[in-house]
């Protein structure tokens, strides 16, 4: 059974820095795509970010609002996924859910979702 | 960028059909997928490649995508089906969330 474990939230204040894990068990993350998608309290679901399989290329893709602020990245022998949050602002605040893509159906489905991390942005 | 429209609400008596509509340009030129969510619980994939279900998913559930507009189909609605709803879609680099539609089983 595929199991994905987010971790890492918490308060932090504007400006600051915070880095989510995920911690995959069933699936090894090199082989798979995976998203971050995040949810602010009462909102709607937003894309935040994508990482392609090493045998896509790895490469990542962010979306606008957390473009050149925000870095996936994977650690391989540990089979975590990251999320490295820096200059955070207010807007960033929600619950973070680590998400395979396209795992046990095609490319573009989110098909595997975590339980979330919460993070707080406030002074 | 590209945005994706949904009605906020969606009413339907148990047994009955509810619709739910997702509209963005040329949607139909993409694949669409669904999510089922309920409170305090993570989404869960329901329909994807416009009208695929996974496994585990009721065959009540069904989707096509046309033109500029997804539709969400569930047949013969349950109270268990009471939720927020967000259709979804995908180019090669991005990816976009629906507004996202409130089911209610009266």
């Known amino acids: 059974e595929v199991q994905l474990v987010e971790s890492g939230g918490g308060l932090v204040k504007p400006g600051g820095s915070l880095r989510l894990s995920c911690a995959a068990s069933?699936?090894?993350?090199?082989?798979?795509?995976m998203s971050w998608v995040r949810q602010a309290p009462g909102k709607g679901l937003e894309w935040v970010g994508r990482v392609k399989s090493k045998s896509g290329g790895g490469t990542t893709d962010y979306a606008a609002p957390v473009k050149g602020r925000f870095t996936i990245s994977r650690d391989d022998s540990k089979n975590t996924l990251y999320l490295q949050m820096n200059s955070l602002k207010t807007e960033d605040t929600g619950l973070y859910y680590c998400?395979?893509?396209?795992?046990?159906?095609?490319?573009?489905?989110?098909?595997?979702w975590g339980q979330g991390t919460m993070v707080t942005v406030s002074s | 960028s590209y945005e994706l429209t949904q009605p906020p609400s969606v009413s339907v008596s148990p047994g009955q059909t509810a619709s739910i509509t997702c509209s963005g340009d040329?949607?139909?030129?993409?694949?669409a997928s669904w999510y089922r969510q309920k409170p305090g619980q993570s989404p869960v994939l329901v329909i994807y490649?416009?009208?695929k279900r996974p496994s585990g998913i009721p065959e009540r559930f069904s989707g096509s995508n046309s033109g500029n507009t997804a539709t969400l189909t569930i047949s013969g609605t349950q109270a268990m089906d009471e939720a927020d709803y967000y259709c979804?879609?995908?180019?090669?680099?991005?990816?976009?969330f629906g507004t996202g539609t409130t089911v209610t089983v009266l």
């Open positions: 490649q416009d009208s």
């Open positions: 040329k949607l139909g030129d993409k694949y």
């Open positions: 069933g699936i090894t993350l090199s082989n798979a795509w």
């Open positions: 998400i395979t893509d396209g795992l046990t159906t095609v490319d573009g489905a989110f098909d595997i």
């Open positions: 979804q879609a995908w180019d090669s680099r991005t990816y976009v």
